[in-house]
Structures are given as C-alpha cells and as structure tokens.
C-alpha cells in the first residue's frame, strides 16, 4: 500500500477520471505538467469480462504516464474480479473502483454510485479485488445517494476496513450530481477519521484553492475534474488566464500531436475539437478561429492552421499597438 502513495511523489494533484477526456494523450500531458499519476477513464468490467477490444483500448498508457491506474464500474461481484483479470496482464499500479458516478444509466443500475445504497455488495467487490489481484486497490466515492442517506463515514470505514489503499472523495451526493457546491467540511470529516490517504474532489479551479483544501481540510491531495479540461497549467501553478494565445499554442500542439500519433490523423482531428473549444474560448480570437478548427479534418491540417493563427494573432496585436501609440 506504501508503495503506491510514495510512486506519486511530491505533487498531490490528480487528474480526476473522466470519460472522453482523461485519455492517454491528455494523462501524459497532465503527467508532464505536474499531475501525481494518471487514472484512465471508467470501463465497464462486462465490457471487459467479454474481452471487448474497445473496452481493453481505454487502458492503453505510455510510460511516461507511470503509475497508472485502472478504473472500472459495475455492480456483479464476480463479473467485476473476472473483468479485471482479464487486464491484468497489461501491469496497472492499480485498481480504482468507480463508486462516485451519477449518471443515470450508470449508478441507476446499481453500479457507480449505485453501489453507495449496496454497501455489502460494495465490501464484497474490494475485499475480492484486494485478494484476487495482490493490487493496491482504491475507490472514488460521494457523499450518498442523496441527503436523507448520507453515508459517507460508514462507507468509507467499511473501504479502509476492506483494505483499500486510499479513497477519493467527490463533496456531493448522487442526487446533486454536479448541482451545488461540493461540501469539503463533510470531505474533512472522511479524512480526519480514516488512517489512509483521502483525495478530496469538488469545484477547484486553480492550484492555489488545491493546496488551499490540503492545508484547511486536511487532504493528502486533491482530484481535480472539470477544472483541468483545457486547462493542463493547473497542475504545474500557472493561471491558464494569464497565457496569451501565442503562450498557450506550444502546449495545445503537443496535445494534438500526442492525439495524432494516438488515434491517427483523421480520428484526432475530430476528438481535438472539444479540448480546443475548452483551451480557447476566453480567447477574443476564438469565435474566429473556431469555424476553421471544426472544418479541418486532419490533424496535420488543423496543426498548419494553429500555427497560421498564431502568426496572424502577432500581426493583429502589433496593428492594435501601432493603432494606439498613434492616438
């Protein structure tokens, strides 16, 4: 269990999981910025029991990335430790059991934060892992269901009872989903009662209000989500809001490149779009780039026409300047 916490090394910031964003390419470029490790996006463990390559796809990482863990979501006990043992040879760090999510089609049928309601089936699926992989095993959490079944503190007692290496905590309940302000006094209480690390999860944007939950809330890191889409800077301290287009254009083009040599050229250039969308829109120049950038269909393309706009962006604020010093 040490071993894992000690691999993550000094930075206690995370890219939280997240599907359809938290892929090799934007792990790998989170790793390089500051990012503690790299948890790959949930995968069904019936996709996996069925040996679905698409399913096995999603845990595809690069070295770089190490260590690397796993995350799944289901709610059949056995069809879970079967699912993951049939990616074990592929060598994660770990296992992480999705126990947090809230989409409908997911916790509704039980798993994700379905599993908050089943706390027997969810001891059942960790004291498994934990015995059948001989892996560090963890898990991402809420607070409840809802607020008439907050059963955070019995939940997470039964986790570090079970063996789990360390628990994630998201400060809403699953009836909330992302509505409101995540409740990091309730986040508090998980890590001042529990022996093992508890990330915190909720509404943090900047690096500074990161280390400002570690320090008030007692956190041994935070998981950040939402706020590092478009945003890789977070886990390095730089305010993404203080980078000018021609600043930010180096990082973006080694995402796309990464993204390019990942998915190959056409693929790339149509999942780029919305990490583009979330690197640029508070850019003045986005509402003009944007046409062009969702018309190129190769990623070689929309690489050439970055570029361009870069040196057009230079020419226009050199303009502005001339405009100004003549006034």
């Known amino acids: 269990m040490k071993s894992l916490i000690d691999k993550i090394g000094k930075s206690k910031l995370v890219l939280s999981p997240m599907a359809g964003y938290s892929d090799s390419p934007y792990r790998k470029l989170c790793r390089e910025m500051g990012s503690a490790m790299s948890i790959s996006e949930f995968v069904s463990t019936e996709q996996l029991f069925r040996s679905s390559a698409r399913a096995i796809s999603l845990f595809r990482y690069e070295e770089s990335e190490l ?4 995350q799944v979501f289901g709610n059949d006990p056995e069809i879970i430790v079967r699912g993951v043992a049939r990616v074990l040879h592929l060598n994660p760090d770990g296992i992480d059991v999705n126990m947090g999510c809230s989409v409908k089609t997911v916790s509704g049928r039980g798993a994700g934060a379905g599993l908050l309601r089943c706390p027997d089936k969810a001891r059942t699926i960790i004291r498994r892992l934990v015995e059948e992989t001989g892996l560090p095993i963890s898990a991402k959490i809420r607070l409840g269901w809802d607020h ?7 939940f997470s007692e039964m986790l570090e009872s079970e063996g789990v290496w360390a628990i994630a905590v998201h400060g809403r309940t699953r009836q909330m989903a992302y509505s409101g302000r995540a409740d990091w006094e309730r986040i508090c209480e998980i890590a001042r009662a529990r022996r093992i690390p508890v990330f915190g999860n909720g509404d943090v944007k900047t690096f500074a209000e990161a280390h400002e939950r570690m320090r008030t809330y007692g956190v041994a890191g935070v998981y950040v989500g939402r706020g590092a889409i478009g945003n890789p800077w977070i886990f390095s301290g730089i305010d993404k809001a203080t980078l ?5 254009l180096p990082v973006i083009l080694r995402h796309l490149d990464a993204m390019a040599k990942f998915y190959g050229d056409a693929l790339a ?3 780029v779009r919305k990490h583009l969308t979330q690197y640029l829109r508070d850019l003045p120049i986005y509402p003009f780039l944007k046409p062009e950038m969702y018309r190129k269909t190769s990623a070689l393309a ?3 026409f970055l570029l361009r706009a870069s040196d057009l962006t230079l020419a226009r604020q050199v303009a502005q300047a001339i405009c100004c010093a003549a006034s």
């Open 67 to 70: 260590p690397v863990i796993f």
């Open 148 to 154: 008439d079944s907050l059963n955070y503190m019995e």
């Open 244 to 248: 000018s287009y021609a600043e930010r």
């Open 269 to 271: 250039a149509v999942l």
């Open 302 to 304: 929309l690489r050439d």
